[in-house]
């Protein structure tokens, strides 16, 4: 594949910044666009690739488009973006970073998407494999940038790569062996202008596979619900046994088939795959326990960003619950919450930029209070909860009014409860 002689990236971030490597490693022009480029400037990760060649300029509307011939767009950026609708009026071709990683790879690809367990399914299928003695890498979403993984390509590694509804709906190559769509539920509104139009985005990953002999699994509710649109599939499945799946606490029943149906297609067989499976560790902030102080166990599942995942992690629960919740609101509404909370949620604390919202649409059908921060929502938490309950930071909202990730968040709950234990130890 040849690569356009003039390049302009729009968005600095992780994938942008492991694109203008590539590319700039391949001898290319390139040139990157950002809002925050002034403060970009000044990172050493930056510094060093414009030492390289790159060429930096503020994301703005007017933006001249002279002489380039492709536009990469990071996931985050908006297919509406001012500067991507110019180029295709001037015929440039637009491409997602994850497009131009597929172009160049040459490995054997598993794709994995879904509106909640994706991270865990590519990590859970990767942790199998490796075990098997299979060599394998868990790419995209998951954090690590599938372009950055093309400065040190290994032919022979299975890339398992997690794919989210933004980078799907920009992915045209036929670039997969194998394709899973967990689930679909309700998610990134705000960004998408319907559900159907995100519904499409997840649906896009079958027309990525190779060819005929290309795999798509699907979990049931998938193939129920949008069975009309989908190709040929197959239902992932795996014989949940007492032996198997009960042994192991934390992963979900959804993520264990989808990952049991990919390694079984690569040879593994279904006791090894559950004896492997003992001795993966589930990454942090989903239904992650933080601490129990007098009697009240803490909580952190702060990558739940949207509605259907907070009510999976209520469902783990027996109750009493005091739940934590908020932040950026997606589009979605948080009436579902009213079914699945009943006679389990005891309080609902909201903070950030939804609070509005949720307390809008919920506090006839709950106790509900609203603060301001994350801090003030563990203190109310903490101050209504009693012995057996479980406060549980659960927030169906993305983070981005008051941190720069979920993580961060997850960390500064986790932060600030084990310094409350801390505090609740030297009291008594």
Known sequence: MVVAAKNLIIGLGISGRSCAAF???????????????????????????????????LDREDFSLDGFSQIIVSPGINPNHPIVQKGRRLGIEILGEIELAFRHLENRCIGITGSN?????????????????????ALGNVGASLSGYLMDPDSEEILVVELSSFQLETLRERCLDVAVILNITPNHLDRHPSMQAYIDAK?????????????????????????????????????????????????????????????????????????????????????????????????????????????????????????????????????????????????????????????????????????????????????VARPKDVVLLSPGCSSYDQFVNYEARGNEFKRMVLELGWKEKKLF
């Not at 590519?122 to 060599?135: F, K, Y």
């Not at 198997?244 to 297609?265: F, M």
């Open 23 to 57: 590319l700039l490693k391949k001898g290319f022009s390139v040139v990157a666009a950002d809002k925050n480029i002034e403060k970009l400037r000044l990172d050493p990760q930056i510094q060093s690739l414009m030492q390289a060649g790159l060429k930096c300029d």
């Open 203 to 383: 649906l896009q990953i079958q027309n990525c596979l190779k060819g005929p002999s290309a795999k798509l699994y699907v979990s049931s509710q998938v193939a129920f619900e949008c069975g009309k649109k989908l190709k040929k599939i197959e239902i992932f499945d795996a014989p949940i046994s007492s032996v198997g799946y009960t042994e192991w606490r934390g992963v979900g029943e959804q993520n264990v088939k989808a990952a049991h149906s990919i390694c079984a297609l690569l040879g593994v067989s279904t006791s090894d795959f559950y004896q492997k499976m003992k001795t993966f560790q589930k990454p942090p902030h989903r239904i992650e326990w933080v601490a129990e102080i007098n009697g009240v166990t803490y909580y952190n599942d702060s990558k739940a960003t949207n509605v259907d995942a907070v009510m999976h992690a209520v469902n783990q629960f027996e109750g009493p619950i005091v739940l934590v919740a908020g932040g950026v609101d997606k589009g979605a509404s948080y009436r579902p919450w009213i079914d699945c909370f009943s006679n389990k949620v005891k309080k609902i604390v909201v903070f950030g930029q939804a609070a509005d919202k949720i307390k809008g649409e919920l506090q006839e059908s709950f106790s509900l209070e609203k603060v301001s921060t994350l801090e003030e929502a563990l203190l109310t938490a903490h101050s």
């Open 117 to 137: 367990g994706k991270t865990t399914t590519t990590l859970l299928t990767t942790h199998v494999l490796n075990e098997m003695g299979i060599r394998a890498r």
